[in-house]
C-alpha cells in the first residue's frame, strides 16, 4: 500500500470509528479504551513500534501520515498519552524482553493505563533530589514517599516509579527505576484540583508498598540513565502531541481561530499566517527529532529545545486568541477560557522553560554553564530543597 493509499484508508477508518458525541457520565475511559483497541487492531496504534511488541513495525512515513489525518478528528487518547509517549518508549529502549512482552501490547491496546512517578513536593525542575525510598528485601523493594502533579494516575493500572536507593552517593547516582501496580496495597492516589475545577493531576502517597525485583527497570543505581531516557521521551512526546486528541479539540488552533475570527482583516490574516509559520515550523523540527531517534541518532538537548518551542507557542496561541476575540474568550463557558487557562502550564510541567534554556544554551549553544552544585557530594549530606540541592534535570 502506497501513503496515499494508506491515508484514504486511514481517514476512511476514522471518519468510521471516531466518537463524535460526548461519552454518558461515568463512561469515558470505558470508551477510551474500546476505542484504543479498534484502532491497534486496525493497525494504527504503535505504527512504528516492533510488531514483536505489539507494534506496526512500520516507518515514520505511516505515522506521519496517519497523524496527518487524525488532526481533523476528537480522537479519546488522552489518557493513553504517557504510556504512548513515555513509559512505552523507555519500557522498548531500557527494559528486558519479559518486560517488553508483559507490558507493551496491553499498553498499544489500551487494556492498560499508566503514569510517570518522578516529581515530588522538594522536587520537580531537579529530579535528582527525589526523596522517595526504595529500600531491597530480598527479591521485593518496600517503597516509602510522594510523589505529586502526576498525570491521569486516578485511572492508571502502572506507573514508572523513580525511588532512591542509595544516599550515600551523590545524588544523581543513587536513583533506581520501577513499575510498580498502582492498585497495590500501601498506593493511594489523592487527586488534585486546578482553576478550572478539574483534577488532571494528583499527588500519590507510598506508605510500605512493595515491588518485586523482576519489575526494575535497569540496574539498581542507573535510574538516572533510564530517567534520561524517560525524559527525552517526555518532551519529544509533549512538543509532537502523541496520544492527544486532534487539532480540533484544540481552541487556539489556527483550524479553529480560522472559524471564530473575521479572515477579512488583513491585520487579523497576518497573525494568522504567523501562528501557520510557528505551528510548522515545530511540526517539522518534531518530524527530524523523531525520524534521527528511529535511525538510532539520540536527539539529546535538542529534545528539550522541542519542549521550549511547544511552551512558547502555547503561550502564542493563547495571547493572539484573546488578542482576536476579544474578553469573551474568557467568559464562563467559551472553550477558549479553559485552554488559555491551561497555557502557563506548558511552560512548567516536563521541565520549566528557564530550564529547559539552560539545557539548550549550555549544550545546544556550548554557552558556559551556570554555577552548578559539587556532583561528589552524597545525597543524604546535600540541603534538598535549598539552593545548593538545585542542579536541574538535565
Known amino acids: 500500500m502506497n501513503l496515499d493509499e494508506y491515508r484514504r484508508a486511514a481517514r476512511a477508518w476514522l471518519l468510521e470509528n471516531t466518537p463524535t458525541e460526548d461519552p454518558p457520565e461515568g463512561e469515558a475511559v470505558a470508551r477510551a479504551k474500546r476505542f484504543m483497541a ?31 489525518e487524525a488532526r481533523a478528528f476528537s480522537l479519546p487518547t488522552y489518557i493513553f498519552s504517557i504510556g504512548l509517549g513515555m513509559t512505552g518508549p523507555t519500557i522498548l529502549d531500557r527494559g528486558d524482553d519479559e518486560q517488553r512482552a508483559r507490558w507493551l501490547r496491553p499498553l498499544l491496546r489500551g487494556e492498560e493505563i499508566w503514569c510517570q512517578l518522578f516529581s515530588e513536593p522538594g522536587a520537580g525542575s531537579d529530579v535528582a533530589s527525589l526523596q522517595t525510598k526504595a529500600v531491597r528485601d530480598g527479591d521485593h523493594w518496600v517503597v516509602n514517599g510522594q510523589k505529586v502533579w502526576t498525570t491521569n494516575a486516578q485511572y492508571a493500572d502502572w506507573g514508572l516509579l523513580l ?5 550515600d552517593v551523590p545524588k544523581h547516582k543513587g536513583l533506581t527505576m520501577f513499575v510498580i501496580d498502582m492498585r497495590r496495597p500501601g498506593v493511594t492516589v489523592k487527586p488534585l484540583k ?20 523482576t519489575d526494575r527497570v535497569g540496574e539498581v543505581n542507573d535510574g538516572w540513565g533510564v530517567a534520561v531516557t524517560t525524559l527525552l521521551h517526555e518532551r519529544l512526546s509533549i512538543s509532537a502531541g502523541v496520544g492527544m486528541s486532534g487539532q480540533r479539540d484544540n481552541p487556539t488552533s489556527l483550524e ?7 479572515t477579512s482583516d488583513p491585520l487579523v490574516r497576518d497573525e494568522l499566517v504567523e ?5 510548522r515550523a515545530l511540526a517539522l523540527f518534531n518530524q527530524r527529532l523523531a525520524q534521527e531517534t528511529r535511525a538510532g541518532v539520540f536527539p539529546g538537548a535538542r529534545g528539550s529545545a522541542a519542549k521550549l518551542l511547544l511552551a512558547e507557542l502555547t503561550l502564542f496561541q493563547a495571547d493572539l486568541a484573546t488578542r482576536l476575540v476579544g474578553p469573551e474568550s474568557v467568559v464562563d463557558g467559551n472553550p477558549l477560557g479553559f485552554a488559555v487557562s491551561l497555557a502557563p502550564a506548558m511552560a512548567l510541567g516536563g521541565g520549566t522553560n528557564e530550564i529547559m534554556r539552560n539545557i539548550v544554551g549550555e549544550r545546544v549553544l556550548g554557552l558556559p554553564p551556570g554555577p552548578r552544585v559539587d556532583k561528589t557530594v552524597p545525597f543524604k549530606e546535600l540541603k534538598v530543597g535549598t539552593q545548593e540541592g538545585l542542579g536541574g534535570v538535565g
Open 194 to 213: 486546578d482553576m478550572s475545577g478539574r483534577s488532571g493531576f494528583n499527588e500519590i502517597f507510598f506508605d510500605d508498598a512493595v515491588i518485586p525485583d
Open 275 to 279: 501562528l501557520h509559520i510557528r505551528s
Open 163 to 167: 525511588a532512591r536507593t542509595d544516599v
Open 38 to 68: 479498534r484502532l491497534h487492531d486496525a493497525g494504527y496504534s504503535g505504527i512504528t513500534w516492533p510488531e514483536q511488541w505489539g507494534g506496526q513495525g512500520l516507518t515514520q512515513a505511516e505515522e506521519r501520515a496517519f497523524a496527518a
Open 256 to 262: 479553529a481561530l480560522r472559524e471564530v475570527v473575521d
